[in-house]
């Protein structure tokens, strides 16, 4: 009896099969081809990088280990054309306070809206002068 509960709870679950992988047809998508890519690595650890596609993207960077402990500073631009059309162009500096893009497309944050008034530097300005005098007397 056991037997046959088994058997008919092994027919009644569901089959599950999975169909082959469809066939991927790269002739269906765009070919980019790479115009240019020069590459320079010199052995003290710098290196330069000009990259040029068909499509119109660009990339220009170099680097060198000058940071602090040795870490890797690079500077560079790169270039494409975003869906809608518009060219973006992005600068770049990358070191040890991260990476910093600039461009006319990145939003940049508003100044402030009015003038800070001379009262609240006056007391920003005592702070400071209290917090140097703590300092002072805490190191006697």
Known sequence: MKLLLVIVVALAAPQLSY????????SEEDIVPILRDDRVHEEDGRFNVDVETGNGITLSQGGSPTGING???????YSYT???GTLVHVKFVA???????ESDLLPVAPEFPHPIPAFVLEQIAFAAHQDALDDDSDEE
């Open 19 to 26: 169909g082959a992988p469809t066939d991927f047809d790269s």
């Open 95 to 101: 070191n040890e306070n991260g990476f910093q893009p």
């Open 71 to 77: 870490s890797i500073i690079q500077a560079g631009e």
């Open 82 to 84: 975003a869906p809608d």
